[in-house]
């Protein structure tokens, strides 16, 4: 079965095309700047490349153009789009109505409408793109994988907020976590790594969004992020962690909004906000020109990130692992080795001089082999899992 997978931004459409029969990418390609009239498709296959630049208005136009580049007859990757057993689109938020993926129908397409309140950056966008799918390849079965429902084994007492419990009910008000289909495959990972199921694994999914999750016995007990992807470390344009307070002073202050504010604690604050760049190279080549700035915002990341480590191996009740993933954590070496200063009190014996040495993109050890504690680069593929999901689904059904 070949299984496409499609993740869409607000303006955006990202997609891969992946043979489940070997789990091979067939390839992969963007839409960009959907809604204006300089929007543009770029889709490769190994050295093939397709360029597409035309007006698209809406999500429906962009997959349309999908569909054209996918059958290409000279750089496409299938002959026809009924090849595709199965369409797995990756959704936000579940709220509390999903605790696994689903295939699409009518009523979960109008429940994930219904939580669209719950994720009004990105919600729209994902359900859009459900919708054109449906009506332009109506015959093709579709699986929604929430970037949440990884999280949902979390006990009450972890994910509730200590508000007015008429309030939580109402309004669903309560920490969801995300990145959950990344911690999702690297758990897996790691849990084949380490051979044993009674496992007691962090993994810290580090990238321009960040967030770290506490996973035993491969089910998460605990993660950074919240009601919304703002909470938890700081990250490239977010916060993370702030005194809740911290909205009205700023409001009243800078005469601004709350919602005003929590825009600028979404993508004016971070790495951003600190030091004036979001991307964590620029961080790392001014942090290394000697930028007081830049070591700051350094500092900050991986101070929170310990004091989570620190935090999650109370919950856990002790440690076996420490998974790196996202683009940070596969390849930015000196973020690593801030991370790991002073971890030893855990049991973990940090190789630093192979941190340094480590290739990119692979799977590695980073421990002594006196380590307690296991550390390890894997990287992520959030697409495999989306499609795994699907032909589970779609096979079943």
Same mark, same amino acid.
């Given at each position: 079965m070949k299984v496409l997978v499609i993740n869409a931004g607000s303006s955006s459409l990202k997609y891969q095309l992946i043979d489940m029969d070997n789990e091979k990418m067939l390839g992969k390609g963007i839409v960009e700047r959907i809604g204006s009239a300089d929007s543009n498709l770029e889709q490769k296959r190994g050295d093939d490349v397709i360029e597409i630049k035309q007006p698209l208005k809406d999500h429906t136009e962009a997959f349309r153009l999908v569909m054209q580049a996918l059958t290409d007859s000279e750089k496409g990757l299938i002959a026809d789009v009924a090849e595709i057993g199965a369409i797995?689109?990756?959704?936000?938020?579940?709220?509390?109505?999903?605790?696994?993926?689903?295939?699409?129908?009518?009523?979960?397409?109008?429940?994930?409408?219904?939580?669209a309140v719950l994720g009004p950056l990105h919600m729209p966008a994902n359900i859009a793109c459900i919708e054109s799918c449906r009506q332009l390849m109506p015959d093709t079965p579709m699986v929604a994988v929430f970037?949440?429902?990884?999280?949902?084994?979390?006990?009450?007492?972890?994910?509730?907020?200590?508000i007015k419990y008429e309030d939580y009910q109402a309004y669903k008000a309560r920490k969801y976590g995300f990145h959950g289909t990344s911690h999702k495959y690297v758990t897996g990972e790691a849990v084949r790594y380490l051979g044993k199921k009674d496992s007691k694994i962090i993994t810290c999914h580090l990238g321009n969004g960040s967030s770290i999750a506490a996973v035993k016995d491969g089910k998460c007990i605990d993660t950074t992020m919240g009601l919304t992807p703002l909470e938890g470390l700081v990250m490239g344009t977010r916060s993370g962690d702030v005194d809740a307070a911290l909205v #009205?002073?700023?409001? =009243?202050?800078?005469?601004?909004?709350?919602?005003?504010?929590?825009?600028? %604690?979404?993508?004016?604050?971070?790495f951003k906000g600190i030091a004036g760049v979001s991307d964590f190279r620029d961080l790392t080549k001014r942090c290394k020109e000697g930028d007081d700035r830049a070591r700051l915002a350094v500092d900050m990341f991986a101070y929170r990130i310990r004091k989570y480590i620190g935090s999650y191996v109370a919950a856990l009740?002790?440690?076996?692992?420490?998974?790196?993933? #996202?683009?940070?954590? =596969?390849?930015?070496?000196?973020?690593?080795?801030?991370?790991?200063?002073? %971890?030893?009190v855990f049991g973990v014996a940090f190789d630093f001089d192979k941190n340094e040495t480590a290739p990119r993109g692979e799977f590695v050890e980073l421990h002594k082999p006196e380590s307690k504690v296991k550390v390890v680069v894997i990287p992520t593929n959030e697409e495999l899992v989306i499609a795994r999901d699907a032909v589970e689904l779609v096979g079943r059904r």
């Open positions: 797995g689109h990756r959704v936000l938020h579940s709220g509390e109505d999903f605790d696994r993926s689903v295939v699409i129908d009518d009523e979960v397409l109008a429940i994930c409408k219904r939580n970037d949440t429902v990884f999280h949902a084994t979390m006990p009450d007492y972890a994910y509730m907020y200590a #009205g002073y700023l409001a =009243e202050h800078k005469n601004m909004s709350a919602a005003d504010v929590v825009t600028y %604690l979404n993508k004016e604050s971070g009740g002790g440690l076996d692992c420490i998974v790196l993933t #996202g683009g940070i954590g =596969e390849n930015a070496s000196f973020a690593r080795e801030k991370i790991m200063q002073g %971890l030893e």
